[in-house]
């Protein structure tokens, strides 16, 4: 399979606290997307970093990626109980329009 | 602009049935993904349509069809429902086919339950 992995597959932490979401992949990539998922819900796109890009910000969330060892992160920073939902990478292989998710890591944040 | 709204949100069918459902695209879009998430298996891709043609495919059974129509709404079908069939079926619109630095938008998706 080439659907990626995330880890944690859970993580709680208390509000305020930083939470870091990890993706691997398989093949190298076009560029890779995060997205959040509210229970049973449609995605919600978050954050877009190109390949050649090394990290990005936006808002509370900042964005990794490393092509060397295949993998991105998520930081979302000061974290609010509003962030509890599932977050998922999405990525396409070089040379491929199919675009692939990760298996998606479940945050809950405690008020 | 409206989101990406998708038809029925709820179904309930039984084993040999067959189902279809509908996603209409943000306004604009010509690009519809369609998705299959199970607790299981995750987010897994089904097919992909542009101007009216399938373009990409998931590794799923023939079972699993989909079309396009001129104005960019699509329809799934699964024929021979299984009971490994029941999932959220999101759908997701893009202005144009698979470019990875499109973002896609995602329906509110369809409960299918088969029992």
């Known amino acids: 399979s080439q659907q990626g992995e995330e880890d944690p597959q859970a993580l709680s932490i208390q509000e305020g606290e930083n939470a870091t979401m990890n993706c691997s992949y398989k093949?190298?990539?076009?560029?890779l997307q995060w997205y959040r998922q509210n229970s049973g819900r449609g995605l919600v796109h978050l954050i877009l970093i190109r390949s050649n890009e090394r990290e990005k910000h936006s808002g509370r969330l900042r964005v990794t990626l490393d092509t060397s060892k295949k993998s991105s992160s998520l930081l979302i920073t000061a974290s609010r109980a509003a962030d509890t939902a599932s977050y998922f990478c999405?990525?396409?292989?070089?040379?491929?329009?199919?675009?692939?998710f990760g298996k998606g890591t479940k945050l809950s944040v405690i008020p | 602009k409206a989101g990406v709204t998708q038809t029925p949100r709820y179904l309930i069918k039984t084993r040999g049935q067959q189902v279809t459902l509908s996603c209409s695209p943000i306004s604009g879009h010509r690009s519809v993904s369609w998705y299959q998430q199970t607790p299981g298996q995750g987010l897994q891709f089904l097919f992909e349509?542009?101007?009216?043609?399938?373009?990409n495919k998931g590794n799923f059974p023939g079972r699993f069809s989909g079309r396009q129509f001129s104005n960019s709404r699509s329809e799934m079908n699964v024929s021979t429902l299984e009971l490994g069939d029941s999932a959220l079926y999101l759908c997701?619109?893009?202005?144009?086919?698979?470019?990875?630095?499109?973002?896609?938008?995602f329906g509110p998706g369809t409960r299918l339950t088969v029992l």
């Open positions: 349509y542009f101007s009216e043609t399938q373009r």
């Open positions: 999405q990525y396409s292989g070089a040379g491929s329009y199919q675009l692939t």
């Open positions: 093949t190298s990539i076009n560029n």
């Open positions: 997701a619109s893009s202005l144009v086919m698979g470019r990875s630095t499109d973002t896609q938008y």
